[in-house]
């Protein structure tokens, strides 16, 4: 059974920051492209970053600068690291795993990230 269990969310004030964390279970972790999604209230689920492998990665315009994915496939979890958090942050942040691109793949169920102004 596919697991993904997203953690680290929370209360922040503009300027902070958070680090979520993904921890997956029966996935071959390793041939999985990892990837961090956000839903604000009203909107559709937008991409913010991915990592397809150790050192590849790919960000959104709006995190790029702030926002760094890692992954660690010894411990198959990966990592969004959030500086200079913005109140238009605020979100359900969605890890996800895919071994296409072009595929749904797997989700997590999400954790919050408020950030205040």
């Known amino acids: 059974q596919v697991q993904l269990v997203e953690s680290g969310g929370g209360l922040v004030q503009a300027g902070g920051s958070l680090r979520l964390s993904c921890v997956a279970s029966g996935i071959n972790f390793r041939q999985n492209i990892l990837g961090w999604y956000r839903q604000a209230p009203g909107k559709q689920r937008e991409f913010v970053a991915d990592?397809?492998?150790?050192?590849?990665?790919n960000y959104s315009d709006a995190v790029k600068g702030r926002f760094t994915i890692s992954r660690d496939d010894a411990k198959n979890t990966a990592y969004l690291q959030m500086d200079n958090l913005k109140p238009e942050d605020t979100a359900v942040y969605y890890c996800?795993?895919?071994?296409?691109?072009?595929?749904?793949?797997?989700w997590g169920r999400g954790t919050q990230v408020t950030v205040s102004s």
């Open positions: 990592t397809p492998r150790v050192s590849v990665t």
């Open positions: 996800n795993a895919k071994i296409l691109e072009e595929t749904p793949g797997y």
